[in-house]
């Protein structure tokens, strides 16, 4: 209810200056293996991944459409994901979810890679507030996106999930 005022306005741009689509969806993969769809604002061309790279968003990629550029900047492209938290898929702060794809690429790769999916993905996550968030194009961005979700994981705290959401939400430092 809260997020109505975001989400309304942004959903009626959506309609109005993109292809027709508001939501995107793509299955992810979630606490214990199990496969959700995760929700988030549409900011790219319609069957972008047919035409494109795939599932990875490249900087300053084609399929972005205008409107989406802005969402995405501020990650308001990510509001959808309360919903995937109210169906109990994900937890507000966790590690990120990745797709499938993603998965089975890095989980012979990278070490410990899959032990990530022993929480409920999160929105935003210990890796997303240290710089570790969006293009993985080195292998070591990822062991340290990994590293950084298994120290939370090790580590975690309800007080770590409150500052962790106000980085992100508030952008407090």
């Known amino acids: 209810i809260f997020l109505l005022p975001l989400l309304i306005p942004v959903m009626v741009i959506l309609r109005l200056t993109g292809e027709g689509e508001v939501f995107f969806r793509q299955a992810r993969v979630g606490k214990d293996k199990v496969s959700f769809s995760l929700l988030k604002f549409a900011t790219m061309l319609k069957n972008s991944e047919q035409i494109g790279a795939g599932t990875v968003t490249l900087k300053d990629d084609f399929r972005v459409l205008p409107v989406g550029a802005f969402l995405r900047k501020t990650s308001l492209?990510?509001?959808p994901q309360f919903i995937n938290v109210l169906l109990g898929d994900m937890s507000i702060v966790g590690p990120r979810p990745h797709a499938q794809a993603h998965n089975e690429h890095y989980r012979d790769i990278v070490e410990s890679y899959m032990w990530r999916n022993k929480v409920k993905p999160g929105i935003t996550g210990w890796?997303?507030?240290n710089g570790f968030r969006?293009?993985?194009d080195t292998i070591d961005k990822m062991q340290k996106r990994i590293q950084y979700d298994l120290w939370y994981m090790e580590?975690?705290?309800l007080w770590w999930d409150v500052k962790i959401f106000l980085k992100t939400f508030l952008w407090l430092d």
């Open 134 to 136: 969006g293009e993985t």
């Open 155 to 157: 580590n975690w705290s």
């Open 127 to 129: 890796a997303q507030i």
């Open 77 to 79: 492209d990510e509001l």
